[in-house]
């Protein structure tokens, strides 16, 4: 039956290969089941329904990957995306988590729609690859100043906007010895440092009295808080328009990133660059995203970590369908998610914004009409705590930069007409 549905001998590849590729996959996103309902929490949301709608989306999303693309790609609540929905879409602009939960569920059948019609290329190509790498390091940097906040590192200070917060407490010493960990345990190739690093982190502040133990198995917590909780009405306000694009626009760069760099490393690419069953895998990535809207938890998207299970073999889908079965038993793991303080999901928050700033390194440093737009894009993120505020000034910075510097040749059709939206939408015509 698992040849027939993956076709294992095809790939040059066996069960035992595929369940290992699957386990090794899964220790090195599971961090998500701890970072997730930490996140999304501080929105008023039941973290225990969040970790339930965590653990489901990633399972129903890294199935539908395994069964439909047969791709060894799993899938969970992204990072970034959940940071987006929480401090600018609920905190910041004041909308509730439910009808940013309709935004995503709308950004998400976009990109079906998309992706059945496949306009995902045309969208893809007409955005430069160094604006996409600057908006990936804006989310970076993005996160980075949310977990030197959430750790007690970074305060707000009147004088000067921020400052450096009280490092004598244990909190914020315990984030920065999380972090050392697991940058130490990622050079030496370890398996799973990020969820060491977590796990590490919050034992050392139970063992302190910083923070208390509330076990580690017990059933599943309830669903209801935030299962069909979506207000999609009222994400179709036009002051949304945005925030749904955001979240349109980073999964699609996300994904695509993260499906070539993945296919790559498994050998699923064609020489000349075609991926086969490309469609398949992004139909598989907007469903999980809607799903995941309905259950309870922010766009749902493919995992680099996947990259990790490739490496050790993994060449199909039953891998993504393992990582699916062990996001089921996680379910019972509740009371040690929720063991786990703000502080100790901070270092996992600075080690993936280390992980999205590198490509920066790819950017055309000596071309000024290149550099000035990247540094803006990724700069306007952390600063105005927003997402879609950095893609808004990067699109709007790109095209100025570009037509007054005489390289208006350089623009495709989609980016102006982005960019005009993007004028029309910040207000600048009615100032």
């Known amino acids: 039956m698992l040849e027939r549905l993956f076709q294992l001998n095809a790939h040059n590849t066996n069960v035992r290969t595929e369940v290992l590729a699957g386990i090794t996959t899964f220790l090195t996103m599971a961090y998500i089941l701890f970072v997730n309902p930490s996140i999304l ?15 489901l989306a990633a399972a129903i999303g890294s199935a539908i990957m395994g069964f439909i693309a047969n791709y060894p790609i799993a899938l969970a609540p992204g990072m970034g995306l959940n940071a987006f929905f929480t401090y600018t879409v609920v905190l910041h602009m004041g909308h509730t988590w439910q009808v940013a939960l309709g935004a995503v569920f709308l950004s998400a059948c ?13 969208i893809i190509n007409s955005i430069p690859l160094e604006l996409r790498s600057a908006i ?6 993005f996160l980075a100043l949310i977990a030197l906040k959430e750790a007690g590192i970074v305060i707000a200070n009147p004088a000067t906007l921020v400052g450096m917060g009280d490092l004598s407490k244990p909190e914020p010493l315990l984030a920065i010895l999380g972090f050392f960990i697991i940058v130490a345990l990622e050079a030496r190739k370890i398996t799973g440092a990020v969820l060491i690093g977590i796990l590490v982190t919050t034992a050392a502040g ?28 009222g994400a179709l306000n036009i002051g949304l328009v945005t925030v749904v694009f955001a979240f349109l626009f980073v999964d699609i760069f996300d994904n695509s990133g993260t499906l070539i760099a993945v296919a790559k490393k498994a050998g699923l690419m064609r020489a000349d660059g075609h991926m086969p069953k490309m469609g398949r895998a992004l139909i598989a990535d907007s469903s999980a995203a809607m799903v ?7 766009t749902t998207t493919s995992y680099i970590e996947s ?40 270092p996992a928050l600075l080690f993936v914004a280390v992980l999205m700033t590198a490509g920066l390194a790819e950017i055309e440093w000596s071309d000024i009409t290149v550099a000035a737009p990247v540094v803006i894009t990724a700069l306007a993120m952390p600063l105005t705590f927003s997402i879609a505020n950095g893609i808004a000034f990067g699109f709007i910075a790109w095209t ?17 007409i982005l960019s005009i939206l993007f004028v029309i939408k910040l207000g600048w015509f009615n100032a």
Do not use: N, Y
């Open 41 to 55: 929490g501080e929105t008023g949301m039941d973290k225990g329904a969040v970790f339930v709608a965590t653990c």
């Open 292 to 298: 995941g809207s309905v259950l309870g938890t922010s």
């Open 206 to 233: 139970i063992a302190l009295g910083v923070s208390q133990f509330g076990g580690v198995f017990s059933m599943p917590p309830s669903l209801a808080p935030t299962f069909m909780q979506l207000d999609i009405k």
């Open 400 to 416: 100025v930069i570009k037509l007054l510097a005489g390289r208006g040749r350089e623009l495709s059709p989609a980016l102006v």
């Open 110 to 122: 976009m990109f079906f729609l998309l992706s059945i019609f496949r306009i995902r290329e045309w």
């Open 136 to 141: 990936a390091a804006g989310i970076g940097l």
């Open 307 to 346: 990259a990790a299970g490739v490496s050790a073999g993994g060449r199909t889908g039953l891998t993504a369908v393992v990582v699916a079965i062990l996001f089921l038993f996680a379910l019972f793991l509740a009371p040690l998610a929720g063991s786990v303080p703000a502080f100790a999901t901070a």
